[in-house]
């Protein structure tokens, strides 16, 4: 009966044309079991358990997915075909970590994530995915110690101190860089997702890059973090070409003089692979 009484919910919720966030919210204060509510992920014959009341898993228990990531879920899900070895930077409740598992069984992927409030959802993810790895710590550009901005939405916190969403906690992390932990691995594909520390995570793997020149997906809200990622990848000796990802599914040479309006996802290619015309990207899970 739990069960009938939850999915019910949670399905009115998602038929809200607004709202139903908050009413799941005010639910989940009613209803305990809301938060382990099972939701199904569309790649896997898996089920991620959490609490509907956090912002990042809500989307998961409503419909399997993130709506506003499609086309950057079906890009990465093609690159990691290619891949033997995967790395993770920010990687939240571990939703791109699975897929990017579900699409390369025998590639090894590492997550990096050092928010507490996540690891309960990684843990599960790494359980049911064997060839996932979680390192519990924050990436950066030199190894030490530094505070970690918990937001009110789950998936804008991070050690940057940018961002609109209230900070609800600020907590010690250990920061490490790419370069110290892989310099023995040939690494094939690089996410970054750090709401806005991301010159810091590629400064930190500068030596990584030039030697692997992995194929790099990484996000860039703000013009000066893209300049910062424009430039580290046009110094990088192998040499690069930066592609914004359109919502259309398109990879447009990045234009530095023109705004971005569609997107805040880029793809760093190395010249190094051969050309990007034989990327046909196709869906990489039922919508």
């Known amino acids: 009966m739990t069960n009938v009484i939850d999915r019910t919910v949670m399905g009115l919720c998602a038929r809200l044309p607004r709202g139903g966030y908050a009413l799941a919210k005010m639910a989940a204060e009613l209803r305990p079991s809301l938060r382990h509510f099972p939701a199904s992920l569309p790649f896997a014959d898996f089920e991620l358990k959490g609490d509907v009341s956090h912002n990042v898993f809500y989307p998961l228990a409503t419909c399997g997915f993130y709506r506003h990531q499609l086309v950057e879920d079906d890009i990465l899900a093609h690159l990691a075909k290619r891949s033997n070895t995967i790395i993770d930077v920010g ?54 110690e530094a505070h970690f901005l918990q937001r009110q939405s789950i998936d804008r916190s991070s050690l940057a101190g940018k961002g609109e969403a209230p ?18 691995d040939m690494v094939d594909l690089l996410k970054i ?21 992995p194929m790099v997906v990484f996000e860039a809200y703000e013009a000066d973090v893209l300049e910062f990622c424009r430039k580290f990848f046009l110094d990088i000796s192998v040499g690069y070409d930066l592609y914004a990802i359109a919502m259309t599914g398109a990879l447009r040479p990045l234009d530095v003089d023109a705004a971005e309006p569609e997107t805040c996802n880029f793809l760093a290619w190395s010249t190094s692979r051969g050309p990007l015309s034989d990327l046909q990207i196709r869906p990489s899970y039922r919508r």
């Open 91 to 144: 990687a939240n409740i571990g939703f791109t970590a699975a897929l990017l598992a579900a699409s390369a069984p025998k590639a090894r992927v590492i997550c990096y994530e050092p928010l507490p409030v996540c690891q309960p959802y990684l843990q599960q993810v790494a359980e049911y995915f064997r060839n996932i790895e979680i390192v519990r710590k924050a990436v950066g550009d030199a190894p030490g």
């Open 167 to 184: 900070v609800t906690d600020t907590i010690a992390v250990e920061v490490v860089t790419l370069d110290s932990l892989h310099s023995g």
């Open 193 to 213: 997702d750090v709401e806005g520390f991301e010159p810091a995570v590629l400064g930190g793997a500068r030596q990584m890059i030039e030697r692997c020149a």
